[in-house]
């Protein structure tokens, strides 16, 4: 069979889970805008490619509209349980108003505590504490991807999974910034320091969440994913991710949770052979 010609591609570490989520996210946002749209890795997995039917959109309006308004926090879900701010859901219009729209809250769980239903965080995948929120960080991490939007070559935004700048405030998907309070000598969280981190993988990576969901094992503290490398549309793609569908060119990889002081993060994740459970 012969491979479609991309659209757009971007450069990855497939060892890398915020980057690998962030292409899953790409996928989700493009197939959203541009519905018919497929996503697949490359054979050496270092790049990820989207193909359009019939349109011929960029990676530049991809990240432009990711960007283009503010979203609104979600304090209150419809059923009238509030939601702490730290964990707020996050809701998008990608077109100027609601008739196309995307809810992230891949890090909040519904759960019974004492006899009462309570908004609470869904491990692992609320990583910050302390003092950040949800709409803080994505509004940290928005401003500086605007600012590479505008003023990064078509070629240098092919790289913007790889390019970091220091950030006070982020998801926790990219393991770039592997500190440990340990190292360091006191938590970062606590005093607003900065990391260094990739804002597009970051956010992308929340919006990858929301559909690509990888096995988790047993105590949550580690997960694995896996590659494809036939087009497949946002909705196959996801269980591809997931292993439920595999090729003879599928990569495993698993992903460990880390500690970073007070809250958690993801680590480098490391190759599997097919099959492998341990």
Wanted: glycine letters at 8%.
């Amino acid at each position: 069979m012969t491979e479609p010609k991309p659209s757009i591609r971007v450069a990855l570490d497939p060892t890398n889970p915020g980057q690998f989520l962030a292409c899953c996210g790409l996928l989700e946002l493009a197939d959203r805008l541009w519905p018919g749209a497929e996503g697949w890795f490359s054979d050496t997995c270092r790049e990820f490619n989207i193909t359009f039917n019939g349109d011929n959109g960029t990676l530049r309006e991809l990240l432009a509209v990711l960007i283009l308004d503010p979203p609104a926090p979600i304090e209150r879900l419809e059923s009238g349980l509030e939601v702490p701010p730290i964990i707020a859901p996050l809701r998008f219009s990608f077109d100027g108003g609601s008739t196309t729209g995307l809810v992230l809250d891949g890090w909040t769980r519904i759960a019974v505590l004492k006899g009462a239903a309570k908004v609470i965080g869904n491990a692992p995948w609320n990583f910050w504490s302390g003092q950040q929120t949800s709409m803080g960080i994505w509004s940290g991490l928005r401003a500086e991807l605007a600012a590479r939007v505008i003023l990064a070559s078509d070629e240098e935004l092919a790289e913007v999974f790889l390019q970091r700048s220091f950030q006070k405030g982020r998801f926790g998907f990219d393991p770039g910034p592997a500190w440990n309070a340990l190292d360091v000598g006191f938590s970062l969280n606590e005093h607003n320091a900065e990391v260094e981190s990739s804002p597009a993988s970051e956010m992308l990576a929340a919006v990858g969440l929301q559909r690509f969901r990888p096995v988790m094992n047993e105590d949550r503290d580690a997960f694995d994913y896996f590659t494809w490398h036939s087009a497949y549309s946002s909705t196959v793609a996801s269980a591809a991710m997931a292993g439920a569908i595999r090729e003879r060119r599928t990569l495993r990889f698993r992903a460990p949770v880390v500690s970073r002081g007070q809250y958690a993060a993801l680590g480098t994740a490391f190759p599997l052979s097919i099959g492998e459970d341990r």
